[in-house]
């Protein structure tokens, strides 16, 4: 079936540099193009805490977080001039073990303490998703969390040794994948698939909705 190419289609941004997210949108047949945001996360993270502290409500949880940098990177990008008429949507992915929150390690010690911990264990993978639609003024906005549970299988330390040395863990949330060396240490998943790689297809089209664009406006045409 072919869709006809309009010129007032909606145009979709993806505010990330990631690949696995990209993959996500290009195998779902999604129309996008890509501007990667220059938020400094940490300075969004500590002046959020601070916030968090002076209002009493304590520490931000891993989910909060992913939906605060899923926040900054949509905004920061709908403000480029690139991005102006363009639905922008920004993702960010945290995993949560044991109440804590586990971004990417970057560092290969940091991943062998880590994935040596999850061995065995269960942990919760939050990815948040905000969308920025500036085709009007003032832009819409709206968002939506979704987690998903992740069961590993006990893992040898020449397996996690073989694992972290592939370079793989170090640049994702969590020290994990699902769709690369790490499948073979997944036991099961408890929620989407998507949700876990790191961008529900799924949450995209609620969140289009919201701003009245279906999916099929967003699928690439023939």
Same mark, same amino acid.
């Given at each position: ?12 941004? @993806? ?31 500590? /002046? ?26 949509? /905004? ?5 001039? /690139? ?5 922008? @949507? !920004? ?7 044991? !109440? /804590? ?26 990815? !948040? ?82 701003? !009245? ?10």
């Amino acid at each position: 079936m072919s869709i006809e190419n309009t010129s007032d289609s909606p145009r979709l941004i @993806l505010a990330s540099s990631s690949p696995a997210r990209r993959k996500l949108l290009t195998d779902a047949g999604i129309e996008f193009t890509v501007l990667v945001s220059d938020v400094d996360e940490d300075a969004v993270l500590a /002046q959020a805490q601070q916030e968090a502290y002076d209002k009493g409500l304590g520490e931000i949880s891993p989910a909060q977080t992913a939906q605060l940098l899923a926040k900054a990177k949509a /905004q920061n990008v709908a403000q480029m001039d /690139q991005a102006q008429g363009a639905l922008v @949507l !920004g993702c960010d992915s945290v995993f949560e073990f044991e !109440g /804590q929150a586990f971004g990417k390690p970057h560092t290969a010690e940091n991943a062998l303490t880590r994935i040596s911990a999850m061995s065995g264990h269960a942990g919760v993978l939050h990815t !948040g998703h905000w969308l920025v639609d500036t085709r009007h003024a003032p832009a819409g906005e709206s968002s939506e969390l979704r987690s998903a549970t992740v069961h590993f299988s006990e893992m040898s330390e020449d397996e996690i040794s073989a694992y972290v040395a592939t370079g793989e863990p170090l640049w994702v949330a969590g020290s994990f994948t699902i769709d690369g060396f790490g499948a073979a240490f997944i036991d099961k998943i408890e929620g989407e698939f998507h949700t876990v790689v790191g961008l529900s297809i799924n949450a995209l089209k609620s969140l289009l909705k919201v701003h !009245g664009v279906s999916m099929p406006e967003i699928w690439k045409k023939s």
